[in-house]
């Protein structure tokens, strides 16, 4: 892809859509009993989509989540009818998201297992996104810049300790 294409952006809410969906903040268990509109903090998939000349696009949609995976990326895939070799998924490793969204134990742990409301409601959430990156192609350019980055590899407080 050089430095001509279209570009859009998407977001989409993914705020559990109905009381009582498990919560990934570390409670063994909890549910949450508040309506998705009373939420602390609004969650969202946010979309990238880039198109070259020819019309290949690729899109990567960033989730608020504690993470993404595969079981999520091809749900994603699967539901857009997209290649899977243009979809890139990622997550900003929230800890305030829900949980039971993985097909991962681990993960699932603290909310006692897996919550297909969850899981539907994020993987809608990520469609729903590029769909919109797509419908919002504009031309556009990107730029790529090389340099080093100093004194910024820490990522915890000292204070937090």
Same mark, same amino acid.
């Given at each position: 892809?050089?430095?001509?294409? @279209?570009?859009?952006?998407?977001?989409?809410?993914? /705020?559990? /859509?109905?009381?009582?969906?498990?919560?990934?903040?570390?409670?063994?268990? @909890? *549910?949450?009993?508040?309506?998705?509109?009373?939420?602390?903090?609004?969650?969202?998939?946010?979309?990238?989509?880039?198109?070259?000349?020819?019309? @290949?696009?690729?899109?990567?949609?960033?989730?608020?989540?504690?993470?993404?995976?595969?079981?999520?990326?091809?749900?994603?895939?699967?539901?857009?009818?997209?290649?899977?070799?243009?979809?890139?998924?990622?997550?900003?490793?929230?800890?305030?998201?829900?949980?039971? &969204?993985?097909? &991962?134990?681990? &993960?699932?742990?603290?909310?006692?297992?897996?919550?297909?409301?969850?899981?539907?409601?994020?993987?809608?959430?990520?469609?729903?996104?590029?769909?919109?990156?797509?419908?919002?192609?504009?031309?556009?350019?990107?730029?790529?810049?090389?340099?080093?980055?100093?004194?910024?590899? *820490?990522? @915890?407080?000292?204070?937090?300790?």
């Amino acid at each position: 892809m050089n430095g001509h294409c @279209r570009i859009g952006v998407g977001r989409t809410r993914l /705020t559990p /859509t109905a009381p009582g969906a498990n919560c990934g903040w570390g409670f063994t268990g @909890r *549910k949450d009993a508040r309506p998705p509109e009373e939420a602390d903090q609004e969650l969202y998939a946010t979309a990238l989509t880039l198109e070259d000349a020819v019309g @290949r696009r690729v899109a990567f949609v960033n989730v608020d989540l504690h993470a993404g995976g595969a079981h999520l990326w091809r749900a994603a895939v699967e539901a857009s009818g997209l290649d899977p070799s243009d979809v890139v998924i990622s997550g900003t490793h929230t800890h305030a998201g829900p949980g039971g &969204y993985s097909h &991962y134990a681990l &993960y699932n742990l603290t909310i006692l297992g897996f919550d297909e409301q969850n899981f539907t409601c994020i993987v809608d959430g990520m469609v729903g996104s590029i769909q919109e990156a797509y419908h919002s192609l504009a031309p556009g350019h990107i730029f790529i810049n090389q340099g080093e980055l100093l004194d910024c590899g *820490k990522n @915890r407080s000292l204070e937090a300790y």
